[in-house]
């Protein structure tokens, strides 16, 4: 301020300096007049600098599209008081514009976090501005490791060298295996927040799996029943024929005829079930359920069979808690197929056990929360070389004794992509002549997410 009433005194006092010289005014009044246009000019540039205060406040304001403000809400300038009009009047006509950036603004992110999609929007640097509710659900952790993708990579940098979409066909490997149809959009202009591209991510593993399914069912069952349908036909022709007067062949035949049909029909029956797991294996379930009481209900539905192979359950569930995550139906359909297991390949008047815990970190399991089901019984045990191959469709260590106690070669293998779905473990322990235990790990927890701001 003080070099601004330097300037502003600067003339008067020149001129001054001048009459004094040659003898227009007498000094005393040389002085005096010094004094009085110094203060003026002080008090002049304090109010210009006041004025100049006060509008650069409003400019700026007009700049960050902040509301404009009123003379109520600020001192009125003096000396630029027409200027202060004009910027008051234009604040008025640029404030209803602001607005509606700001509700256009907020509807644009309103719809790309509504959309049922993973969308990621990218800076011009690649790194990631913001997601989606959709694409913090499917991907969560994983999203960094997505957009690391090289297919994915190649197809961000062609874009923004060419400024046209892209697209690029992803298998992403973990937690479960998920074909992902990628597209990278250019925004040009911006948006708001800087994005300058936008990957939608839009999952196809379904679809490849109905038609990988299809494939695999034709196969499974034409291979599968081919040995069953064998022996049906040619107990048909022996019934026609050689025993069409033998009452007892004709009943014992009727008889092996009965368990085959069962035996089509179960195989029938978990070849679908394993199918419906396979489709939706790529999406976890988030419902809870009551492991405890579904345990329960379970082991009383196995006392027949347990009475009549004179076996004893031993149930040890204690650390359940109260809820857990996870489809009930799946779960009870992984202990209905272990605890099956245990019932024919355990030898009779043996034990089988049934136990929960809470997992211990730093050990075999995941270091997240969670509780491991096991389920062990007495029997022939299995060798080594044959556990990594037990959760495969249709593989039998004993291939007689499977198909003589009704087994189909497919329960580890529906086990496994249960486990799979609840993002869970599976591990197989056996000692020939010991027994077997097959413990599943299970998340408290549902997976975190990183800590990616909502649109």
């Known amino acids: 301020m003080l070099s601004l009433a330097v300037s502003i005194a600067a003339v008067p006092e020149i001129a001054l300096a001048i009459f004094l010289v040659i003898g227009w005014i007498k000094p005393l009044a040389a002085v005096i007049l010094a004094v009085v246009i110094g203060g003026v000019a002080g008090i002049v540039a304090s109010v210009v600098r006041r004025d100049e205060y006060v509008l650069s406040r409003v400019v700026r304001g007009l700049a960050a599209e902040e509301p404009a403000t009123t003379q109520a809400d600020r001192a009125a300038p003096i000396m630029m008081e027409n200027l202060g009009r004009e910027i008051d009047y234009l604040a008025r006509r640029i404030a209803p514009r602001a607005a509606l950036m700001e ?3 907020r509807a644009d992110a309103q719809i790309l976090e509504g959309l049922p999609d993973p969308l990621i929007v990218l800076s011009e640097d690649r790194s990631v501005r913001r997601a989606n509710a959709a694409a ?9 490791a997505v957009l690391r993708h090289p297919d994915l990579r190649r197809a961000i940098d062609r874009m923004f060298a060419s400024g046209v979409s892209q697209t690029a066909e992803l298998t992403l490997p973990v937690p479960v295996e998920r074909d992902v149809m990628t597209v990278v959009v250019p925004m040009d202009p911006p948006l708001s927040d800087g994005g300058r591209a936008i990957v939608v991510l839009s999952d196809r593993t379904r679809e490849r799996l109905v038609e990988r399914m299809r494939a695999d069912f034709v196969a499974n069952v ?3 029943l081919r040995t069953p349908l064998t022996s049906l036909i040619g107990f048909v022709e022996t019934l026609r024929g050689p025993a069409a007067d033998d009452p007892p062949a004709q009943q014992r035949f009727l008889g092996i005829m009965a368990e085959q049909g ?5 195989l029938i029956d978990d070849l679908l079930s394993l199918s419906r797991i396979e489709l939706n294996e790529h999406q976890p379930p988030s419902g809870t359920f009551d492991l405890r009481e579904l345990i329960v209900r379970l082991v009383a539905s196995f006392e027949p069979r347990l009475v009549q192979r ?20 799946q779960i009870a359909q992984v202990l209905q197929n272990l605890l099956d297991n245990a019932l024919k390949y355990g030898r009779e008047d043996g034990t089988i056990s049934l136990t929960t815990e809470l997992s211990q970190p730093n050990g075999r399991w995941s270091s997240r929360p969670g509780l491991v089901i096991g389920v062990s019984d007495q029997g022939a045990g299995i060798a ?12 039998r260590v004993d291939k007689g004794r499977s198909r003589s106690v009704g087994g189909t070669g497919l329960g580890l293998a529906i086990v496994k992509h249960i486990v799979n779905r609840h993002r869970g473990q599976m591990a197989i322990d056996s000692e020939v002549g010991v027994g077997t235990t097959i413990s599943v790990w ?14």
């Open 222 to 224: 034409s291979h599968e």
């Open 136 to 144: 913090r659900s499917a991907y969560g952790e994983d999203m960094a």
């Open 442 to 455: 299970l998340p408290l927890t549902p997976a975190g997410t990183p800590n990616q701001p909502p649109l």
């Open 310 to 329: 004179r076996n004893r359950m031993d149930v040890r569930i204690d650390a359940t808690p109260a809820a857990v995550i996870g489809d009930a139906d």
């Open 103 to 105: 509700q256009l603004r």
């Open 262 to 266: 069962a035996r089509m029909n179960r």
């Open 384 to 395: 080594r070389e044959h556990l990594p191959r037990l959760t495969e469709r249709f593989y």
